[in-house]
Structure formats: C-alpha cells, structure tokens
T-cell receptor, first 113, second 115 residues
Framework: DAKTTQPTSMDCAEGRAANLPCNHSTISGNEYVYWYRQIHSQGPQYIIHGLKNNETNEMASLIITEDRKSSTLILPHATLRDTAVYYCIVRVALGGSNYKLTFGKGTLLTVNP | GAGVSQSPRYKVAKRGQDVALRCDPISGHVSLFWYQQALGQGPEFLTYFQNEAQLDKSGLPSDRFFAERPEGSVSTLKIQRTQQEDSAVYLC?????????????FGPGTRLLVL
C-alpha cells in the first residue's frame, strides 16, 4: 500500500490560506490521491481528489507535483469551522472498481481567530 | 440531501453482550463500507459490499464480527460477545461505485463503549 506522510499539526490564521502538505513517494502511476477531513465527533468528509492534474472545487484546491511524490491541499480562506483533522490518502484497489481508503493519523489543522 | 445515516449514534454495552449497528447508505449507492476508528487514530477498513455481496472482509478483527446487507441497501454490523477492545467509533460509507464515481461518503458513526 502506498504510504502517506503528513505533519502532525498545523496552525493557520482565520482568513488566510491554509496549505497542508503530504508526501506519497511510493505512489503508483494509476493511484489517486484523496483528501478527507474529520471535524470532532463527525464522520470523515470528502474534500477533493486527483491523479496528476491540479484540481479545484468549491472547498479547496489540490496541487500535485509533476513526479506525483507529493501534494498540497489548499484552503484559500480558512475559517474557524475548518478546524479539523485532514487526511491525505492514496486509495488501495479492492478489485473490480472499488477501493478502500487507508487513513493515517492526518494533520490537525487549527484555525485561530 | 439525505446522506449516510447510522444508528444508534451511541451504544454502551456490557462485556460479553451482543450489539448490532445499522447503516442506511445514500439511496442508489451500490457499494457500502464499514470502518473502525479507535480513539486518536484514523479509520481502518473492516469490510465492504457490492449490492448484497460481501466482497472483502479482510479487515474484520475476529470471527465475533459479522456484517450483512441482505437486500443490497441497509447494512448491519454485528459484534458478538463484545470485549473492551471493541470500544471504538464504527463508520459506514457508501459510494455510487461505477464510472469514476467511487468517492466514499461517510455517515456520522456509532460510538461503541464496552464496559
């Protein structure tokens, strides 16, 4: 299984961009990178995913390096409600077209007023 | 719109008791997944269904854990003779599955405490 490495914790000021890094140096060519976040006492929430191109949606942007060995999740204007544990995941095939998500410990992002 | 729902949200069991945890996936979602999340850890995969077929149960920690999805919609995770180490949050996720729509959407979880 491709392993991901993330910092244990990060702080960000409210209204500023939060940049969360992730290393996945053993990723294979056809493996996607997924980002989820988990707010205290809730289930994980899907944020974004990508293969090799940069991606953007209403929640965040995902920047993947050209060699695909690392990526950065960007929350452009962090709010207090963005305080959560952020998980960077390289999904693992189960067979057919399904995948399991192998979570690590993630990064605890704290947005400060 | 309706997301994944789970019940009960909290369950306290005495050691040795059997428990049943329910998951209602998003309507129309073919695939259903169960994960276990211990305190301070990320979720860990337990098992998954495609419709009513249980295609992978490699993550189930022991034969005391049993999951079913008899009609391809609602799923139940049953734990027999609960032990204290079973205390965790049990998360259910579902996905539409095909054609690149494999994103898994999670429910709020059931927090199980075994005394």
């Amino acid at each position: 299984d491709a392993k991901t490495t993330q910092p244990t914790s990060m702080d960000c000021a409210e209204g500023r961009a939060a940049n969360l890094p992730c290393n996945h140096s053993t990723i294979s060519g056809n493996e996607y990178v997924y980002w989820y976040r988990q707010i205290h006492s809730q289930g994980p929430q899907y944020i974004i995913h990508g293969l090799k191109n940069n991606e953007t949606n209403e929640m965040a942007s995902l920047i993947i390096t050209e060699d695909r060995k690392s990526s950065t999740l960007i929350l452009p204007h962090a709010t207090l409600r963005d305080t959560a544990v952020y998980y960077c995941i390289v999904r693992v095939a189960l067979g057919g077209s399904n995948y399991k998500l192998t979570f690590g410990k993630g990064t605890l992002l704290t947005v400060n007023p | 719109g309706a997301g994944v729902s789970q019940s009960p949200r909290y369950k306290v069991a005495k050691r040795g008791q059997d428990v049943a945890l329910r998951c209602d996936p998003i309507s129309g979602h073919v695939s259903l997944f169960w994960y276990q999340q211990a305190l301070g850890q990320g979720p860990e995969f337990l098992t998954y269904f495609q419709n009513e077929a249980q295609l992978d149960k490699s993550g189930l920690p022991s034969d005391r854990f049993f999951a079913e999805r008899p009609e391809g919609s609602v799923s139940t995770l049953k734990i027999q003779r609960t032990q204290q180490e079973d205390s965790a949050v049990y998360l259910c996720a579902s996905s539409l599955q095909t054609g690149g729509r494999e994103t898994q959407y999670f429910g709020p979880g059931t927090r199980l405490l075994v005394l």
